[in-house]
C-alpha cells in the first residue's frame, strides 16, 4: 500500500510539469509567465474556504508560525516563476531533473543554518546531481551550454530549499492541511502584487477573457494533481521509512521523460520530446546520475 502510495508523488509530479508545458506553450508564449502566477493564486485563493471546512483548526497554529508559512507560499511562487520561466525555452524532460539540486541546497542550508552534518554519500550524492545538471544542460555539444536555464533552475530550487529550512527552523508543525491553508495565503498575496504591476494586470485581464476557462480549468486540476501527489507522499512517510519514500520521489524525472516520449508518440500537439539517439543517451545519463545522487544524499 505505502508503495502505491509513495509513486503517486513522482507521478502526479510528473503530469504536473508536463501540465505546466503546455500550459507555457499554448497560452503564454507571448506573455509572461508572471502572468500564469495570478491563476495559481486565485486557485489557491479559491480553494481556502474548503480548506478550512476539512481543517477548522487552522488558527490554531502560533502568529509566527503561521507568518513562517505565508512566507513560505510566498517563497514558493518567487520559485515557480523561475521555473516557469526556464520551461518556457526547454523541454520538460530537462528541466525536472533540474529540481533536484533542491536537495543539494537543503542540506547545504542545513549544515549552514541547521549545524547538521553532512557524511561522504551526502558529498559525493551533491557531486553527481551538480554533474547530471551540468550534462543536461549542454544543447548541441560541449560549446553550447545554457547558462540561462542553469541559473533560473538554480534560482528555483534555491528558494524551495529555503522555504524547507525556514520550515525547520521555526519547528513548525508539520500539519499538511494547516500548512496547505496557509501557504495558499502567501501564494495569494504574491498574487495581489503581481497584479499591482500594470503589464501584468492587462496581459491577464486580456488572457481571461480570451479564453477563462480553459486556463483556470486546467490550472486548479494541476493545482489538485499537486496537492493529491503531497497527500500519497505524507501517507506513505507514515508506513514506511521516510529516506525510502524520498528516494522513490527522486523517480519524478524518469516519469516526466517516460510521459514526454508518450505524447510525442500519441498527442504530438499536447508535447514533443526530442528523440534522437544522443539526446536520449544524455537526458537518461543525466538524471541517472542525478537519482543517484538524491539517493545518496538522503542514505544515514
Not at 28 to 45: E, H
Not at 108 to 115: E, K, T
Not at 187 to 205: C, K
Amino acid at each position: 500500500m505505502w508503495l502505491l502510495l509513495a509513486f503517486l508523488g513522482p507521478v502526479s509530479w510528473a503530469i504536473s510539469t508536463h501540465i505546466d508545458k503546455y500550459l507555457v506553450d499554448r497560452y503564454f508564449r507571448d506573455s509572461d509567465t508572471a502572468v500564469l502566477m495570478l491563476f495559481t493564486a486565485l486557485t489557491g485563493v479559491a480553494l481556502l474556504p474548503i480548506i478550512w471546512w476539512i481543517e477548522p483548526a487552522i488558527l490554531k497554529p502560533a502568529p509566527g508560525a503561521i507568518a513562517v508559512m505565508t512566507v513560505s507560499g510566498i517563497l514558493y511562487m518567487g520559485a515557480m516563476l523561475f521555473y516557469l520561466r526556464a520551461i518556457q525555452s526547454e523541454e520538460a524532460s530537462v528541466v525536472a531533473p533540474l529540481f533536484q539540486a533542491s536537495t543539494l541546497f537543503t542540506f547545504l542550508l542545513g549544515y549552514l543554518f541547521l549545524h547538521e552534518r553532512l557524511g561522504t554519500s551526502q558529498l559525493l550524492g551533491g557531486g553527481l546531481i551538480v554533474a547530471g545538471a551540468l550534462g543536461l544542460s549542454f544543447q548541441g555539444g560541449p560549446r553550447r551550454f545554457n547558462a540561462k536555464l542553469v541559473l533560473l533552475m538554480l534560482a528555483a530550487t534555491f528558494v524551495l530549499a529555503l522555504s524547507t529550512v525556514l520550515f525547520k527552523f521555526f519547528a513548525v508543525r508539520d500539519d499538511f492541511w494547516t500548512t496547505t491553508f496557509w501557504t495558499f495565503v502567501g501564494e495569494g498575496l504574491f498574487g495581489m502584487a503581481l497584479l499591482f504591476r500594470p503589464s501584468y494586470r492587462h496581459q491577464f485581464v486580456g488572457l481571461f477573457r480570451r479564453s477563462p476557462g480553459a486556463v483556470a480549468g486546467i490550472n486548479a486540476a494541476n493545482e489538485l494533481i499537486n496537492l493529491g501527489a503531497g497527500l500519497g507522499v505524507r501517507y506513505a512517510a507514515l508506513l514506511a521509512p521516510v529516506a525510502l519514500v524520498s528516494a522513490i520521489s527522486s523517480t519524478t524525472t524518469f516519469f516526466v521523460f517516460a510521459i514526454g516520449i508518450l505524447l510525442t508518440f500519441f498527442f504530438p500537439n499536447l508535447g514533443r520530446e526530442d528523440l534522437s539517439t544522443r539526446n536520449l543517451v544524455k537526458k537518461g545519463l543525466g538524471a541517472l546520475l542525478i537519482a543517484a545522487g538524491v539517493v545518496l544524499i538522503e542514505t544515514r
